[in-house]
């Protein structure tokens, strides 16, 4: 089983960018699909993006649509999630995710997550 890890959290300016990273241990991404979901404090976790295993498709929540781009590197078992133009509704844990299938989501590890915190 895929065991997944997030770093790259911290505290940022309101339009400033971050790079979230997602390394994968245990067994290789390359034939999972991996996904980024985030959860507010006292909301429900929430879906960010997805990325096929061979990088050719791709699927956003219409809330970060253009500013964040998920990005992995198979052979590194690495994923990532650039943030650009951050706001403070962007304040949230944010997780990594691995699913055996793109389009029937079924996430089969998760991290412990990893705060990203927006100031205005």
């Known amino acids: 089983q895929v065991q997944v890890e997030e770093s790259g959290g911290g505290l940022v300016q309101a339009g400033d960018s971050l790079r979230l990273s997602c390394a994968a241990s245990?067994?290789?991404?390359?034939?999972?699909?991996m996904g980024w979901f985030r959860q507010p404090t006292g909301k429900e976790r929430e879906f960010v993006g997805k990325?096929?295993?061979?990088?050719?498709?791709?699927d956003y929540a219409d809330s970060v649509k253009g500013r964040f781009t998920i990005s992995r590197d198979n052979p590194k078992n690495m994923v990532y999630l650039q943030m650009n133009n951050l706001k403070p509704e962007d304040t949230a844990v944010y997780f990594c995710?691995?699913?055996?299938?793109?389009?029937?989501?079924?996430?089969?590890?998760w991290g412990q997550g990893t705060h990203v915190t927006v100031s205005s």
């Open positions: 245990g067994q290789s991404i390359s034939s999972y699909a």
């Open positions: 990325i096929s295993w061979d990088i050719r498709v791709s």
């Open positions: 995710a691995v699913s055996p299938t793109y389009y029937n989501w079924k996430p089969t590890s």
